[in-house]
């Protein structure tokens, strides 16, 4: 949402309803809202032009604002999340010595705090959809989440071996740089199989700065604490037992020892972990259930629209069909 059109439409709004001091009017009333030699613009077709451009969405954000702001509390944990992602955008451009403040007034935005007010507001639109999602979660789906999903925490031992690789590297060094991390960790695995002691490997060998000291020890995990590559082969574990091929993830090649599994948990005792997991899924698997969610709640709320063609503009947004039956009482 353009920042500016946005305080253009409110400050027209404003207008409109309670007239604002010494604005100038039309003969017919209507307020002045610029002019040019003997030109002027009144309110009325700023807003039948701002309407054709992009009206529709703005006017979808307002009340999405709105929402978001009624539904989702300001939290310590939002505007925290919030300044990550800040910080996370101003290093990008950073990196490559662009000036973050050319980025910010080019995109419309006075300061960096202009933009974490619309970072806190994602955040909290987000959560406003999560929580739609979770509210509409069947019980036999939560049942089959469960059943398929939790398991009971795993406590393993685990060695890292990163590819050693920059950005600034071939496609052909890269590929070097796996096979070398590929046969140091299968190198490591033969070891074992020798009789070496894992806990000393690791932390002779282990690229994993958090574990490595512990002899690569990693208690009481989840399915959401760890890469699916990860938890896959946990899973497939004796306890005792330790994988005899490097198991490939985003982070390099791990040899992973099972040290124990816990019994799993009931479900009253996981049900916010199984609801999450399943608004997550949920989530990526349709890439269309946030319009749709928000569509809904939007009715939910009452929503009206009384401008025939800010209405049309509406639908073509949410994707409903013209067939549709909405209110119009223009």
């Not at 006075?110 to 994602?122: F, N, S, T």
């Not at 690229?207 to 000291?213: F, H, L, R, V």
Request: proline fraction near 1%; charged fraction near 35%; include cysteine.
């Amino acid at each position: 949402m353009k920042r500016k059109v946005l305080c253009v439409l409110i400050s027209i709004s404003v207008l409109s309803a309670f007239g604002c001091g010494k604005v100038p009017q039309l003969k017919n009333g209507e307020e002045v809202a610029a002019s040019i030699d003997d030109y002027q613009i009144s309110a009325n077709d700023l807003y039948e032009e701002l309407k054709t451009k992009g009206g529709a969405s703005v006017l979808t954000d307002m009340i999405d604002e709105y929402i978001a702001n009624k539904e989702v509390e300001t939290t310590d944990e939002i505007t925290e999340t919030a300044e990550a992602k800040l910080e996370q955008v101003k290093a990008q451009y950073e990196q490559y010595n662009m000036d973050f403040k050319d980025v910010l007034a080019q995109a419309g935005y006075e300061d960096e705090d202009a933009l974490l007010e619309d970072l806190i507001l994602d955040e909290k639109k987000t959560q406003v959809v999560d929580n739609y999602i979770a509210e509409n979660i069947k019980d036999d789906e939560i049942e089959k989440y469960y059943d398929e999903n939790i398991t009971g925490e795993i406590t393993a031992r685990h060695i890292l071996i990163k590819p050693e690789t920059d950005d600034e590297m071939s496609d052909e060094e890269i590929a070097d740089a796996e096979e070398e991390a590929l046969n140091e960790a299968k190198e490591l695995i033969e070891k074992l199989n020798d009789g070496e002691d894992f806990e000393e490997l690791a932390k002779e060998y282990s690229d994993d700065e958090g574990t490595a000291s512990e002899g690569g020890l990693f208690s009481n995990f989840t399915k959401e604490d760890v890469v699916s590559e990860f938890w896959n082969a946990s899973v497939e574990l004796e306890d005792g037992e330790y994988t005899k091929s490097p198991v490939k993830s985003e982070y390099g090649y791990h040899i992973i020892l099972k040290v124990s599994q816990k019994e799993k948990p009931e479900l009253e005792d996981v049900k916010d972990t199984v609801i999450d997991g399943i608004v997550e899924e949920k989530k990526s698997e349709d890439a269309n259930i946030q319009t749709t969610a928000w569509a809904e709640i939007r009715e939910n709320y009452n929503l009206e629209i009384n401008d025939s063609y800010l209405e049309k503009g509406y639908k073509k947004l949410i994707e409903i069909d013209e067939s549709t039956d909405t209110t119009s009482t223009q």
